[in-house]
């Protein structure tokens, strides 16, 4: 039987531990029935590949922002004026409004 490696890239363990165990809070879905043998990886298993690949930093800011996703806490009143602001100066520099 073929050994399963671990998970190679820039990213720590720790910051990927620590996004899986964030992850594992939530309620997994639950089969409808069993169908026999098979392999699927998860929405979980194919972010933590992609984020293993990225730096540290990066990753950490990753798992930061979507742990406030999750919390609530990621939208303030600053944030929206920040993106209202770039909106407005993208529009702007189109000079084209279309609603």
């Not at 964030?22 to 029935?33: E, G, I, V, W």
Request: no cysteine; net charge negative; glycine share 6%.
């Amino acid at each position: 039987m073929a050994d399963i490696g671990t998970i190679d890239g820039l990213a720590s363990s720790a910051t990927l531990r620590e996004f899986a165990q964030q992850s594992t809070r939530r309620a997994a879905p639950k089969l409808a029935a069993e169908q026999g043998d098979r392999v699927e990886i998860s929405e979980l298993a194919r972010f933590l590949s992609r984020l293993a690949e990225l730096p540290d930093d990066k990753a950490r800011r990753i798992v930061d922002i979507r742990s406030e996703i999750d919390k609530g806490t990621f939208v303030t009143s600053e944030r929206l004026n920040i993106a209202s602001e770039r909106l407005f100066e993208d529009i702007g520099k189109s000079g084209q409004v279309a609603f």
